[in-house]
């Protein structure tokens, strides 16, 4: 190594030369570091690539992409782990000691890493059972938001207002995944009492076959409207179930462009969309006598209505 130095012009002092050249390996070994990452990251991009290829649905990309990111994690961390325990050699640290301790100290750090290694474990499973991928949106740890990325230690969500939140996986108990496969528009309209139930159900399968035609939002209803029936008697509507089959994360896209279409078509057709009724007591006296209640009938131009004075 010296003879190296020399013959590229560089003189250095005797005692110094030991310290330059671990320099130089460490330099080395970083470097050897760097190119074993570029081509760990373009052998991925190419499984990657190649993957999507043959990916026909949304469902197979999403899981390309968490797969890919996943195993370029653990990818890097083996590499780096490997590095730094061939710089310590280097520079003179005998590791076989260093591995010795970290089994004794493991001992008690294991008691304080518990949480850690469940997260590992748990993040594990998760990929491995395909529960979770990255775009999917989920209900976990109490948060409900978009999936941004995954790892083996936490699954970070952005929620509907754009707030972030990182679950740990060790926390994740229970996974509701609202973009697996399909997502399904849940609809409840609620009518007045005096209509049709007949008239209202055709009204609602002729939004729905509209909707269903339109060029745009039909590529992403996968089934016709199914209509459900009446799924409760309220205080003052019917309440008439629906629902539609969609493309994952597209359910509220669907539902509010059927309510807004079903509102014109109940307009256009008389059917009331009732508002909360209210009934008035005017209260009693101890004598058993109740004050007047006075009402007036008051003649509208489509319709008539009762007001009181």
């Known amino acids: ?7 590229i012009g560089l003189e250095v002092h005797q005692e110094l030369v030991p310290y330059v050249e671990n320099g130089l390996r460490i330099l080395f070994v970083l470097a050897i570091a760097w190119v074993v990452l570029r081509l760990i990251r ?5 499984f990657k690539r190649f993957a999507l290829r043959r990916a026909d649905d949304p469902e197979s990309v999403r899981r390309v992409e ?6 370029r994690y653990v990818a890097t961390v083996i590499l780096i782990i490997a590095v730094v325990m061939e710089i310590l050699h280097l520079l003179g640290i005998s590791i076989a000691p260093l591995l010795g301790a970290a089994g004794v100290v493991g ?3 294991g008691f304080g890493a518990q949480s850690l290694v469940k997260d590992f474990f748990t993040g594990f499973f998760l990929l491995l059972e395909n529960q979770i991928r990255v775009g999917d949106f989920v209900a976990v740890g109490g948060e409900r938001g978009l999936v941004e990325e995954i790892t083996l230690r936490h699954v970070r969500l952005r929620a509907m207002d754009g707030t972030v939140h990182f679950i740990p996986t060790g926390l994740i108990d229970k996974v509701s995944n609202m973009s697996l496969e399909f997502s399904r528009a849940l609809i409840d309209v609620g009518v007045a009492y005096r209509e049709d139930l007949d008239e209202v159900f055709q009204a609602i399968r002729d939004t729905g076959a509209e909707l269903r035609a339109d060029p745009e939002f039909g590529p992403k209803i996968l089934e016709d409207l199914e209509l ?3 799924e ?3 205080d003052s509507a019917v309440v008439i179930r629906a629902r539609f089959k969609v493309v994952p994360l597209e359910q509220w896209n669907v539902r509010r462009e059927f309510l807004r279409r079903l509102k014109k078509t109940f307009d ?3 059917i009331e969309i009732p508002y909360p009724h209210l009934t008035l007591y005017p209260g009693r006296g101890k004598d058993g006598s109740a004050p007047p209640l006075r009402l ?3 003649e509208a131009p489509q319709n008539s209505r009762l007001s009181r004075s």
């Open 42 to 46: 373009k052998m991925i991009g190419a």
């Open 268 to 270: 256009a057709r008389g």
């Open 66 to 71: 968490t797969l890919a990111r996943v195993i």
């Open 228 to 230: 459900l029936g009446v």
């Open 1 to 7: 190594m010296q003879a190296l130095l020399q013959k």
């Open 107 to 109: 001992i008690a750090v």
């Open 296 to 298: 007036v009938l008051e």
């Open 232 to 234: 409760n008697w309220a």
